[in-house]
């Protein structure tokens, strides 16, 4: 699970602010940015850069249905930067830490509803596409499709093999893709996901088939980002050639 990063990263933000530019509240508000100098383009960039973290923090918490007063967090960032915080360091850091545990609680929470409807909808999806006419189901439920046949020999599980391949989940989005790098990937086949790796084997050099592969024959219940836990993924895969092992000795 993605790691939160914690909002006391603001709050050490602010305090250093504080240190550097003890006049700060002495400045003028101005209405027209002016970035002429690297001075100002510095300056500006400082609180760009915090900007950013916090409308992605603040989206990230809106998510989970965590609500942040706004204008309270700029009222805060305006005092410390004046010197006059009404909370000291002990108490923001005692806030703040609620906070993260809050956010952490319903993190796992979420990620917990998301796996189970993953797995849910993975199942009807491999129930309904299994009916399809021209899908095979092998004994360990996995599902193929041959899109085109080659004349090339099959692999075996210890065999490297260059393939050029698309994957995406459910709903159409693509996760990776070897064609959108324009670079064919390369990899013994004994070590990916259990789902290419039986796959494959099915398939003789020069063929092209589509796989949809149940998660427990692919990543299982992590959550790889783009690949969320429980994900039923579906792949079309071009065998190009099975690769000659170098290490081994001549026959």
């Known amino acids: 699970m993605k790691q939160t990063i914690k909002l006391s990263l603001i709050a050490a933000s602010v305090l250093a602010l504080t240190a ?10 101005v209405e027209e940015v002016k970035l002429e100098t690297e001075v100002q383009k510095q300056a500006y960039g400082i609180g760009a850069s915090v900007g950013n973290f916090l409308q ?3 989206a990230d918490k809106q ?40 956010v952490r609680e319903k993190q796992t ?7 189970k409807e993953n797995k849910e909808k993975g199942a ?28 090339g020999k099959k692999p075996v599980a210890t065999d490297v093999v260059k393939v050029h391949y698309k994957g995406t989940l459910l709903d ?3 996760f990776d893709s070897s064609y959108s790098r324009n670079q064919p990937a390369t990899f013994p086949l004994n070590q990916v996901i259990a789902g290419w790796t039986e796959g494959l084997q099915l398939m ?11 998660a427990d024959l692919g990543y299982g219940e992590r959550n790889l980002g783009k690949i969320p836990a429980n994900s039923t993924l579906v792949f079309e895969v071009e065998l190009l050639e099975i690769q000659e092992d170098k290490e081994k000795p001549a026959a």
Request: net charge negative; proline share 2%.
């Open 56 to 58: 992605k923090d603040l």
């Open 109 to 115: 929470a979420k990620a917990e509803a998301d796996a």
């Open 63 to 102: 998510g989970l249905g965590i609500e942040l007063d706004q204008a309270l967090l700029m009222r805060g960032f305006e005092d410390a930067l004046a010197g006059n915080s009404k909370l000291d360091d002990e108490k923001i850091r005692e806030v703040l830490t609620a906070l993260d545990t809050s």
């Open 124 to 151: 009807k999806y491999l129930a309904e596409n299994a009916k399809k006419d021209g899908v095979t189901v092998t004994e360990s439920g996995l599902q193929y499709e041959v899109i085109s046949t080659g004349e």
């Open 20 to 29: 550097c530019n003890q006049k700060a509240q002495e400045t003028a508000k």
């Open 172 to 174: 159409g989005s693509e």
């Open 204 to 214: 003789p050099v020069g063929s092209k088939y589509k796989f949809t592969i149940p």
